[in-house]
């Protein structure tokens, strides 16, 4: 792939909010996860873990944590990334929950890319309630949940999204 290649597939991704339902094959949950391990992490702690939740109840028990948006129950798969506090925390102490987040967010990242690669759809849900999703998964208390990822095969918006100017979001040299 060359450089132009890459800013298409960038580009081609849209969120998708509404599936068909056809199951996740288990080798494209396993691309999307071996995707993630190659995300960079501080100290190389890989201070994340994922749920990946294909069972319809539970599906439907994180739809009402996140207020009823209707794509988490009906997407294959749910990847709920999780920032794991006690790696970052234990070498980094308190910088380490940003750093827990951050790798969380880079992790998650890739795997809407590798979904992405694998022309699957995915959507990115960050509005939940953390304590309900806690809950429903039995997460312990040293992991936050920060993403819902939605995975599957759906319907693309018929116009992809705008953006900024890319100059609107960059200072040089100084703010
Ligand atoms: C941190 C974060 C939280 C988001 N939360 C939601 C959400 O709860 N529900 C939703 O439908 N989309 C959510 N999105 C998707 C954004 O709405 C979407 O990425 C944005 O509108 C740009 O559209 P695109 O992904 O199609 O390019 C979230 C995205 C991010 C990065």
Redesign the pocket.
């Known amino acids: 792939m060359d450089s132009s290649d890459f800013l298409d597939f960038l580009k081609t991704?849209?969120?998708?909010?509404s599936y068909d339902s056809v199951p996740l094959q288990e080798d494209d949950i396993e691309y999307i996860l071996t995707c993630a391990g190659t995300a960079p992490s501080a100290g190389n702690l890989e201070s994340w873990d994922v749920v990946v939740v294909t069972d319809d109840e539970v599906k439907a028990a994180l739809c009402e944590a996140?207020?009823d948006?209707a794509?988490v129950e009906q997407a294959a798969a749910i990847f709920v990334v999780c920032a794991n506090y006690v790696r970052s925390m234990s070498r980094y102490g308190e910088r380490g929950i940003l750093y827990g987040l951050e790798d969380a967010?880079i992790a998650c990242?890739y795997m809407m890319l590798a979904a992405h690669a694998k022309k699957l759809h995915s959507?990115?849900?960050?509005?939940?309630d953390d304590e309900e999703v806690r809950e429903i998964l039995d997460l312990p208390q040293h992991v936050r949940p920060?993403?819902?990822l939605a995975v599957g095969r759906g319907h693309?918006?018929p116009v992809?999204?705008s953006?900024m100017a890319a100059g609107e979001h960059v200072h040089r040299d100084i703010w």
């Open positions: 991704r849209s969120s998708v909010r996140a207020l948006q794509h967010v990242t959507c990115w849900t960050g509005a939940f920060i993403s819902l693309p918006p992809l999204t953006r």
